[in-house]
């Protein structure tokens, strides 16, 4: 039985009967949760593209009330001052840190042929041990001192003239790609790494952008932002690399989130205007069933339940739908502006079980929405009436 007395298959049947009407009005429930869930995605495939790129015991240190790299400059001297700082992780005898230098550069995009922003990120020695996601799927790394640049998976794959072997200018100077990089879907698929001494003198610049460091544990991150805060030559900021990453998504995300709220939400209306004229058009088919019903005994209660539960059936199947095609996007890379860093931003849609859920109950919500009220005009259809209809 269904909640409101009456057999589930009457409502199936119900809907089966009006099936060619019944599809359409899914299938439109069904585009707006599709709407709905993509765009969640999208925010949670940003968020989760940026924050999988930091590691927890890695510092970023940038300049006091700067909120990104290439906003951002730390001299030699505050560089020498942050290297040899005590809790710093070091291997083979190589102290873990790495002064950069972050620059964009302009390329064209494969295929349209239009302009791009992206990453060139200079790093000393360390650079690359710093980021252990980071792993070379074609040719080698980049050697200290040369013209030689590593790319992003995803820079390789949208940028013309960005592939192995192939060589880009920027800087004054040809710089020859000896390697692709693939950091598991994290930001650095999208950046250019190089030597950053060359950088420096290429783009004519004095002052490093930032500086990474490995802290030698998680108990001495925080000890180590205590000692860069309190040493007043240095004026600088220390944040933990996931939280700096979390921090650049937030503006994008949430922008991506609200815009696509009002989108969704605007489109719901069509789709809740959809579901109350199938419901409204069912009603005046069936007053004569709906007489008999309540001639039979059933109360206004259960014939409400009964049409408000036809509408709920109806955008479960809308919102299922919706929900399918959404995890087909998963397969789908796409790019976009940062708006902290004005760089392009590679990532992939990202749907996770918050996400469905919330949708879902969207759908259902819509359901709700546009089945109320002629489910009420059913409950409130006088006896009579409706048998003089039969």
Known sequence: MSPSGLPWRYVARNLWARRVTTALTAAGMALVVFTFATVLMMSEGIRATLVATGQADNLMILRKGANAEISSGIDRGQAAILAALPGVASVGGQRLVSAETVVLNTLAKRGTGGPGQVTMRGMGPAG????????????????????????????????????????????????QIVGVLDAGGSAFDSEIWGDAELMLQSYRRAAYSIVVMRAASLAEVARLQAAIAADLRLQLDAKPEVQFYEEQSRALAEFIRILGSVLAAIFSIGAVVGAMITMFAAVAQRTGEIGTL?????????????????????????????????SVM??????????QTFAELAFRFRLTPSIAVQAFLFALAMGVAGGFLPAWRAARLNIVDGLRAA
């Open 128 to 175: 690359t041990a710093l980021r252990p996601q980071a792993r070379l799927v074609q040719g080698r790394w980049f050697r200290p001192g040369t013209a030689e640049i590593v790319v992003g998976r995803s820079v390789a794959s949208g940028f013309a003239g960005a592939q192995l072997g192939g060589s880009l200018r920027f800087g004054g100077r040809d710089w």
């Open 294 to 326: 309540r001639a039979l005994g059933f109360r206004r209660g259960a014939v409400l339940r009964a049409f408000l539960a036809e509408s709920l059936v109806l955008s479960a199947v809308g919102g299922v739908a919706g929900l399918a095609a959404a």
């Open 330 to 339: 998963q397969t789908v890379d796409i790019s976009t502006t940062n708006f």
